[in-house]
């Protein structure tokens, strides 16, 4: 069993940037490919970005690219999210994702564990 905390969150303006991380637990770390989606109000939960499991590859919204980077360490048993320039519409609860399967996915459906979420909200 795998648990996922996000920290990170908060307010900020737009413009402005904030680094999540999501600290992992109880389980090997290296073994997963991690991801972080995001989810408005009123709205499906999208995927931001993955990393595969020692970070050779990593994988973007196609909206999303140039403006978020993700990264992990994996002797700190860390995934990262730095989003930059961000906007309104980037406000969601960011979530933390781990799968096991062998290859990375956008479907949420494919992650095997969540974190609880860190509130991003992008305001003046």
């Known amino acids: 069993q795998v648990t996922l905390v996000e920290s990170g969150g908060g307010l900020v303006q737009p413009g402005g940037s904030l680094r999540l991380s999501c600290a992992a637990s109880g389980g090997t770390f290296g073994d997963y490919i991690m991801a972080w989606f995001r989810q408005a109000p009123g709205k499906e939960r999208d995927f931001v970005a993955a990393?595969?499991?020692?970070?050779?590859?990593?994988y973007y919204a196609v909206p999303l690219k140039g403006r978020f980077a993700i990264s992990r360490n994996n002797a700190d048993n860390v995934v990262s999210l730095q989003m930059n320039s961000l906007q309104p519409e980037d406000t969601a609860v960011y979530y933390c994702a781990a799968s096991s399967q062998l290859t990375y996915s956008y479907a949420s459906d494919t992650y095997d564990y969540w974190g609880q979420g860190t509130q991003v909200t992008v305001s003046s």
């Open positions: 990393i595969t499991r020692r970070g050779g590859s990593k």
